[in-house]
DNA sequence: GTTGATGATTCACT
DNA sequence: AGTGAATCATCAAC
């Protein structure tokens, strides 16, 4: 019957957060019963959170202050910073002193050479422009190149700028960490080293954002290279006249489309005229494309070799009946024989045609060149007879060469070669007939 | 967007 | 080194 009132008693006085009863209960409460008693320090810590007061913060400040002045207090201080720096270089003993960065540098290297890091070069973006425009790189492609520089310079302009701006913050940022740190090291132990170590910590966060300007540069000049350098997107169709030019080349040696490298580089000038992109390089792509397409579909080309075969026997026929040289390459393999351009051709074409008759073009050649004009104009003439005559394409020129000589080296033969092969063999024998 | 033409590149071969 | 063959990438016409 006691319990139930003391209880009771107890509940109510906690539940009513109960001010008057407490300091009772400090005095007899710690060795209550059990849940009387926590309840009890529960108060009492209510209690005392509520009696803190600018008293005893003042008290702390006092402290502090005692301490400060305390005149141990530097010597103190200095023994903290030394343990504190010893920690702090046991710590980082390990990580200091880290070799430079591979990928930093592969990015360094490649900006270096790409001329977007490093000295800047005649100084501005316009005058490296203007200097790549009139620049001695020739006429070729000097204007797609100062576009090229002109946006490389752009992409380093803001390079440099993002760069500076950066270091700038760098640099700022350091400033205001370390006059924090200054500032703090006189509440609180922070030795010089800590500082140098903290600025190294801010260097280093700020070179792995340079890293990714750096990265981001690079990524933006690989574009711009493979934009306009990358040969591929630089293609450009050669224009009408190039692509005669190198056809009749083609279609006048077509027992034997292998020019020598002074006819490419021929080839390449006469066409160079008027494209610009034509070095002896493309011709040897033109004509590495031109032998494989031809040889693949012999039928489709019927009639671009007739009509330059055409017109190859014209002139032919019109040099050697005024006496003046065309201005065509040289053969293959009678390069520099002036005197034998024209033959050249037109025995080439004879030969080509002739080849019917199992000459090797190699030997045949040769003998082409100086064998009589009087043959040549022979067949020129029956040519363009037959031509006038109203004969259709694939009767006028065939692709014989490629399979009688050796002058086309011995590609496996397709269907396609084999079938034309037969057809306008015959039909040739009319032809000359 | 699709397609054919075509210049350039790559790779294997001789 | 030059070439053939395959392939890529772009242009131009539709």
Redesign the pocket.
């Known amino acids: 019957m006691d319990e139930q009132p003391r209880l009771m008693h107890s509940h109510t006085g906690v539940g009513m957060a109960g001010h008057p009863g407490l300091p009772q209960h400090m005095q007899e409460g710690t060795g209550g019963t059990d849940g009387d008693g926590r309840k009890q320090d529960i108060g009492d810590i209510l209690q005392q959170i509520m009696t803190i007061t600018d008293q005893s913060l003042d008290e702390a400040q006092a402290r502090k202050h005692a301490l400060n002045c305390h005149r141990m207090k530097p010597a103190l201080f200095n023994v903290l910073c030394e343990i504190k720096e010893k920690t702090v270089l046991s710590i980082r003993g390990a990580q200091e002193e880290e070799p430079p960065d591979p990928q930093l540098m592969r990015l360094d290297n490649m900006l270096l050479a790409e001329g977007v890091a490093g000295p800047e070069k005649g100084g501005g973006s316009a005058a490296a422009a203007a200097a790549a425009a009139s620049g001695g790189a020739g006429a070729d492609n000097s204007a797609e190149h100062s576009d090229y520089r002109a946006k490389l310079s752009q992409i380093r302009q803001i390079y440099h700028t993002e760069l500076e701006k950066y270091e700038q913050a760098c640099n700022e940022f350091t400033t205001h960490v370390m006059n924090l740190l200054r500032e703090q090291s006189r509440t609180r132990p922070i030795s010089p080293k800590e500082i140098e170590r903290m600025v190294s910590i801010i260097h280093r966060k700020f070179s792995s954002i340079q890293m990714q300007l750096k990265q981001s540069t690079c990524e933006a000049v690989m574009i711009l290279r493979s934009r306009f350098l990358?040969?591929?997107?630089?293609?450009?169709?050669?224009n009408k006249q190039a692509?005669e030019i190198l056809n009749e080349y083609f279609y006048s040696h077509l027992s034997n489309p292998?020019p020598s490298?002074e006819a490419k580089e021929e080839l390449a000038k006469k066409c160079a005229i008027t494209v610009a992109?034509v070095h002896h390089?493309?011709v040897?792509?033109?004509?590495?494309?031109?032998?494989?397409?031809y040889?693949?579909n012999i039928g489709?080309f019927q009639e671009e070799a007739n009509m330059y075969a055409a017109r190859t026997a014209v002139n032919a026929a019109n040099a050697s009946s005024h006496g003046s040289q065309a201005n065509s390459p040289s053969t293959p393999n009678s390069a520099g024989s002036a005197g034998s351009f024209n033959m050249s051709n037109s025995g080439d074409l004879f030969m080509s045609v002739q080849s019917l008759n199992g000459d090797s073009y190699q030997g045949a050649q040769v003998g082409a060149n100086v064998q009589s004009q009087v043959d040549t104009l022979r067949h020129v003439i029956s040519q363009t007879g037959g031509y006038s005559e109203g004969l259709t394409a694939n009767q006028m020129y065939s692709p014989q060469g490629i399979n009688a000589n050796g002058g086309?080296?011995d590609?496996?033969t397709p269907s396609s070669v084999t079938s034309p092969t037969e057809g306008p063999g015959s039909v040739h024998s009319d032809t000359s007939n």
Do not use: H, V
Not at 230 to 238: E, G, I, Q, V, W
Not at 284 to 293: D, H, T
């Open positions: 990358d040969a591929r997107r630089k293609r450009r169709n050669f692509t292998y490298e992109q390089r493309s040897s792509n033109w004509f590495g494309n031109k032998r494989i397409r040889k693949k489709k086309w080296q590609a496996p």
